[in-house]
């Protein structure tokens, strides 16, 4: 079992910076993939970033790449989301989850999700 927290969301102007948290329960962190996911209003849940267990590799959706950064500290069990050139259309929950399978942006690949972290980009 792994539980998720996220922090650091919050208000902030378009074209600036946020870091997202997610510290994770357990001693098993290392063995997931862990994935970012966000759902605005009337949405469905869509894929961000991923990062692998080791945090050698990430991949992106097309919306974000260039702007986000996933990256992990498997010491300190926690996955994080560097925010930058933030566009209103980033405004949405943003989530953490954890999972076993790589390279798939399907929300059904990851068994364990964080409560979120709401994200609001004003213009």
């Known amino acids: 079992q792994v539980q998720l927290v996220e922090s650091g969301g919050g208000l902030v102007q378009a074209g600036g910076s946020l870091r997202l948290s997610c510290e994770a329960s357990?001693?098993?962190?290392?063995?997931?993939?862990m994935g970012w996911f966000r759902q605005a209003p009337g949405k469905d849940r869509e894929f961000v970033a991923a990062?692998?267990?080791?945090?050698?590799?990430?991949f992106y959706s097309d919306s974000v790449k260039g702007r986000f950064t996933a990256s992990r500290d498997n010491a300190k069990n926690t996955v994080y989301l560097q925010m930058n050139s933030l566009k209103s259309e980033d405004t949405a929950l943003y989530y953490c989850?954890?999972?076993?399978?790589?390279?798939?942006?399907?929300?059904?690949?990851?068994?364990?999700w964080g409560q979120g972290t709401q994200v609001t980009v004003s213009s």
């Open positions: 989850a954890a999972g076993t399978e790589w390279g798939t942006i399907s929300t059904r690949a990851y068994d364990y």
């Open positions: 357990g001693r098993t962190f290392s063995r997931y993939v």
């Open positions: 990062i692998s267990w080791r945090g050698d590799s990430t």
